[in-house]
Structures are given as structure tokens and as C-alpha cells.
């Protein structure tokens, strides 16, 4: 799925295209009563749910719910990861990075020069 629920498997959401007058997103959310608007907690659906969702109305094999359950852990698990590293870490990181970028520069402009050297001894010598 795309997104990652804090448990269980996550559901993707399968549309058809159909054709409407077009909208933005603002003037959607505008355009519709107060009492049809969801808060986050009801935007929710319960990892039991979703299995349930998954087998009984997909015919999603439970192997496939099993599979994406542990590859979504895994992603919270990165994500958590990233949140408790620290400020000073990331800025290394970001740091290395740089300088990995600055060095490729660096030897690429290094490597054209040297053909270049290269090309025009060849072409003075003949």
C-alpha cells in the first residue's frame, strides 16, 4: 500500500476514472458540510479490519497480508529510526554527502582536463 498504518497490513486504495467537472482539493473540502467531515481518529481503520477487508472482500491470500504486514514494520522501523537520530547526525550525514558530491565534481573536471591535455598533445604532435 502506500501508506504505512502504525499496525498490521496497509490497504491500497483501487479507483476508476470518471468523468466530473474538476475541483480542487480546497474547493472540495470547502464545498462539504462540517458534519461530513472526518477527524484523523475516524480516518482509522483497525488492523483487524484491514485483514478482514484484505480476505474476505480482495481474496488476498494470507501470505500476501503477512508480507506486507512485516514490509510496512519494517518501514515504521526505518522511520523511528530516523526520528531518534540525532540533529548532530543528520548534519554529518548531510555533511558526507556533500562532500561525496564535491568530490565526484571535482574528479570528473579532473578527468576532462586530462583528456583534454590528452587530445591536444596528440592532435600538436601529428
Known amino acids: 500500500g502506500d501508506s504505512v498504518p502504525s499496525s498490521g497490513p496497509p490497504i491500497s486504495i483501487d479507483w476508476n476514472h470518471q468523468s466530473h467537472e474538476e475541483m480542487s ?6 464545498s462539504r458540510p462540517i458534519e461530513c467531515k472526518r477527524s484523523r481518529d475516524d480516518l482509522k481503520m483497525d488492523s483487524s479490519d ?7 472482500e480482495w481474496e488476498t491470500s494470507l501470505y ?3 508480507r506486507a504486514s512485516l514490509e510496512s514494520s519494517s518501514v515504521r522501523e526505518s522511520r523511528l529510526k530516523t ?4 540533529k548532530s547526525a543528520e548534519r554529518v550525514a548531510e555533511l558526507v554527502e556533500s562532500a561525496r ?7 570528473l573536471k579532473t578527468k576532462i582536463k586530462r583528456r583534454s591535455a590528452l587530445m591536444n598533445h596528440h592532435h600538436e604532435t601529428y
Open 50 to 56: 484491514r485483514v478482514t477487508m484484505l480476505e474476505s
Open 64 to 66: 500476501e497480508i503477512m
Open 101 to 107: 558530491h564535491s568530490l565526484k565534481k571535482v574528479s
Open 83 to 86: 526520528r531518534r537520530r540525532p
Open 25 to 30: 482539493v480546497d474547493e472540495y473540502e470547502c
